[in-house]
C-alpha cells in the first residue's frame, strides 16, 4: 500500500525567507505526485504535480517541486515567501489505483 | 464554472440522527471521493466511485454510505450519527486517470453533539 509522510508539522518563517517542505513516500512502481495548498477556510487546490519527465517541476505562485526517484522523495520549494503563503499544503501520491493518498500536512506561518 | 458543490456548508446533529451530505461536479469527471479532515490527521478517503455505477470503500468507511445517484453526482449518508464523525467533509473529482489532479468543493462542517 502507498503512504505518505509529510515530516514538518508546523513551520513558522520571516517573509522572504526559503521555504523546503518535506514530502516521503513508499512505493516500489510508478507514481503520480502532487501538492496541494489549503489557505485558511478554503478547499484544497493543486500548486503542482509530477508524473513524468523532468524531476524539477514548477507550479503557481513561484513553488517549484524536485522529485529524486532514489530517495522516495518529492520536495516542496519557494525561494522568498511572502505573508500570502500562509496555508497548510499537502503531498499526495496516486499509484494508479484511483485512491489518492494524502499526507498529514504541513501548516506554514509566514510572519510579516 | 461552478466546479465541485457541496451542500450544506455546516450542519450540526445530535447523536444517532440521520443526514446525507450532497457533492456535485460540472466537469464530467468519472471519479469521484469523499474524504473527511480531522486536525493532524491530512484528508482521509472515506468512499470512491471510480466511475458511475460503482463505489469502493476507502481508508474510514465505517458509519457512512454513499450514492453515485449518475455521473455529476455522489452523496455521503450518516445513518446514525457519533460524536467521532464530527469533521470538515470534503467532495473531490477527477478524470480517470492517476496523473491527473483532484478538484475539490468548499466542504461541510458538521459538528455531532
Known amino acids: 500500500a502507498q503512504s505518505v509522510s509529510q515530516h514538518n508539522h508546523h513551520v513558522i518563517l520571516s517573509e522572504a525567507a526559503s521555504l523546503e517542505l518535506g514530502c516521503n513516500y513508499s512505493?516500489?512502481?510508478?507514481?503520480?505526485l502532487f501538492w496541494y495548498v489549503q489557505y485558511p477556510g478554503q478547499h484544497l487546490q493543486l500548486l503542482l504535480k509530477y508524473f513524468s519527465g523532468d524531476p524539477l517541476v514548477k507550479g503557481i505562485k513561484g513553488f517549484e517541486a524536485e522529485f529524486i526517484k532514489s530517495k522516495f522523495s518529492f520536495n516542496l520549494r519557494k525561494p522568498s515567501v511572502q505573508w500570502s503563503d500562509t496555508a497548510e499544503y499537502f503531498c499526495a501520491v496516486n499509484a494508479g489505483y484511483q485512491k489518492v493518498t494524502f499526507g498529514t500536512g504541513t501548516k506554514l506561518q509566514v510572519i510579516p | 464554472n461552478a466546479g465541485v458543490t457541496q451542500t450544506p456548508k455546516f450542519q450540526v446533529l445530535k447523536t444517532g440522527q440521520s443526514m446525507t451530505l450532497q457533492c456535485a461536479q460540472d466537469?464530467?469527471?468519472?471519479?469521484m471521493y469523499w474524504y473527511r479532515q480531522d486536525p493532524g490527521m491530512g484528508l482521509r478517503l472515506i468512499y470512491y466511485?471510480?466511475?458511475?455505477?460503482?463505489?469502493d470503500k476507502g481508508e474510514v468507511p465505517n458509519g457512512y454510505n454513499v450514492s453515485r445517484l449518475n455521473k455529476r453526482e455522489f452523496s455521503l449518508r450518516l445513518e446514525s450519527a457519533a460524536p467521532s464523525q464530527t469533521s470538515v467533509y470534503f467532495c473531490?473529482?477527477?478524470?480517470?486517470?492517476?496523473?491527473?489532479?483532484?478538484?475539490f468543493g468548499d466542504g461541510t462542517r458538521l459538528s455531532i453533539l
Open positions: 466537469m464530467n469527471h468519472n471519479s
Open positions: 473531490a473529482s477527477s478524470e480517470l486517470r492517476a496523473d491527473q489532479p483532484q478538484h
Open positions: 512505493y516500489g512502481g510508478t507514481v503520480n
Open positions: 466511485s471510480a466511475s458511475e455505477g460503482t463505489t
